[in-house]
């Protein structure tokens, strides 16, 4: 059985890992400067919540780390370029990100969008090494990552969200909306990670629903602390969502309902975890979604 501390110690070692990889694959000598803006979107800050998923679903199923290590930078890469291109002006316009000044802030306009579309074609390259991942795994992955980013996840998401602004949504829309804009590259790293390694349907099944509540869990918490931390706590411009007149759960449901929604969330992931019948194998990725519901930033 693995321990808090063990989790502890798990946790700064694969973050350590995750963040020397970073450092070799993501590329200082792109031209004109452009390796500078990428490195600035991605290294030095952030939970890096989607590669530990990657690395304890992997590690639950006994899968191969080299590939899952490799899953874990792309989902990063990906995420890092969607908050670059979020952050800029045409969307949502804000100044501040992991505790400093945005890219497009930093470098201008034009290199952020360009650092943002390097990364997520550099995410892809990462998945598609010459050798030491099959073939047939590189597909899977890239499949699934594929996916949660575009037009049915991520993407799709941020287009329903710039949409919204204004509007009110149903509770049944806005969890729509987050469940592809956040929920589902959360959702897909749980599936990398499990796709590195051997499953059964069932298993297979419910991981997907863990990764399902945890990303939606992961936005509900979001919203929550939007309204109920300090710029300097979250690294970000907080009441952002509040001053754009964009829809949330807070604003949706209530500041207490939310809560009550978020909890409920983290219970229907460890519901899922023990229907795997992985046991302790699971057990990291138990504390993972212990520590989304209960983060404060």
Known sequence: ??????????????????????????????????????????????????????????????????????????????HAYSLVHDDMPCMDNDVLRRGKPTVHVQFGQAQAMLAGDAMQALAF???????????????????????????????????????????????????????????????????????????????????????????????VVDDILDVTQASETLGKTAGKDLDHNKPTYVSVLGLEAARRTAEALRLEAHRALTASGLGAAACLLAMLADKVVERDN
């Open 1 to 78: 059985m693995v321990t808090p501390a063990d989790a502890d110690a798990w946790t700064r070692e694969q973050l350590a890992t995750v963040e020397r990889a970073l450092q070799d694959w993501v590329p200082e000598d792109a031209p004109a400067g452009l390796g500078l803006a990428m490195r600035y979107g991605v290294l030095d800050g952030g939970k890096r919540l989607r590669p530990l998923l990657v690395l304890a679903s992997c590690r639950a199923v006994a899968g191969d780390c080299a590939a899952a290590l490799r899953a874990a930078v792309a989902v990063e890469l990906i």
């Open 125 to 219: 390259e990462v998945l598609t090494p010459d050798e030491g991942v099959a073939p047939a795994l590189q597909a899977r992955l890239v499949g699934l990552l594929a996916r949660s980013a575009g037009h049915a996840g991520m993407a799709g998401g941020q287009a329903i969200d710039l949409a919204s602004i204004g509007r009110d949504l149903s509770e049944a829309q806005l969890r729509d909306m987050h469940q592809r804009k956040t929920g589902a590259l959360l959702q897909a790293s749980v599936l990398m990670g499990a796709a590195c390694g051997a499953t059964t349907a069932a298993q297979w099944q419910a991981l997907s629903e863990y990764g399902a509540a945890i990303g939606f869990a992961f936005q």
